[in-house]
T-cell receptor
Framework: GAVVSQHPSWVICKSGTSVKIECRSL??????MFWYRQFPKQSLMLMAT?????????EQGVEKDKFLINHASLTLSTLTVTSAHPEDSSFYIC???????????FGSGTRLTVV | AQSVSQHNHHVILSEAASLELGCNYS??????LFWYVQYPGQHLQLLLK??????LVKGIKGFEAEFIKSKFSFNLRKPSVQWSDTAEYFC???????????FGKGNQVVVIP
């Protein structure tokens, strides 16, 4: 079946630094990728939707300059958390959608801790 | 705004007991409905989905869900749970024609052997 690889699975960084998270579709072409953020005991909150070769569409309240999303190819999207602060500590999850309608495949998530 | 409600965040039950998790959504238009499961340390996996047709949907691992349009509900059920069903379960709603999903807060289900 469809597989999405998300890397790294966890990262600890210092406040003020930037962190890049990768999301790869391993055996299919992802026309659309989604980035979510999940706080403890909360639901997944959609941050942005990215389509290959175009600018990401951010949800209301999500800072596009802080959470940079690049979807340069049909198999790779990256999320860069710029100038990270402790309040950015969270679990970030990507999902990818191929050609089949609503064929979402989720990555295993990245636990970001900013110290 | 579209919202998805899941009640009883923590559910603890014994093996062989029946499980029902509620999911209600607020959007009044045509929706696509999903249940995902997240086993400890693993990624989200699709249990089942409803787009149209028979409102009783059967998914993997013996799960089923029923779409009741008049109640804006899509409850998940399993007649007899196993220890391996210990996981977190998320209901998600997608607007027809829109790829974005809205998730509920999830139900943490613990099955005691």
């Amino acid at each position: 079946g469809a597989v999405v690889s998300q890397h790294p699975s966890w990262v600890i960084c210092k406040s003020g630094t930037s962190v890049k998270i990768e999301c790869r579709s391993l055996d299919f072409q992802a026309t659309t990728m989604f980035w979510y953020r999940q706080f403890p005991k909360q639901s997944l909150m959609l941050m942005a939707t990215s389509n290959e070769g175009s600018k990401a569409t951010y949800e209301q309240g999500v800072e596009k300059d802080k959470f940079l999303i690049n979807h340069a190819s049909l198999t790779l999207s990256t999320l860069t958390v710029t100038s990270a602060h402790p309040e950015d500590s969270s679990f970030y999850i990507c999902s990818a959608m191929g050609d089949s309608n609503y064929g979402y495949t989720f990555g295993s998530g990245t636990r970001l801790t900013v110290v | 705004a579209q919202s998805v409600s899941q009640h009883n965040h923590h559910v603890i039950l014994s093996e062989a007991a029946s499980l029902e998790l509620g999911c209600n959504y607020s959007y009044g238009g045509t929706v696509n409905l999903f249940w995902y499961v997240q086993y400890p340390g693993q990624h989200l996996q699709l249990l089942l989905k409803y787009f149209s047709g028979d409102p009783l949907v059967k998914g993997i691992k013996g799960f089923e869900a029923e779409f009741i349009k008049s109640k804006f509900s899509f409850n998940l059920r399993k007649p007899s749970v196993q220890w391996s069903d210990t996981a977190e379960y998320f209901c998600a709603v997608g607007l027809y024609g829109n790829n974005r999903l809205a998730f509920g807060k999830g139900n943490q289900v613990v099955v005691i052997p």
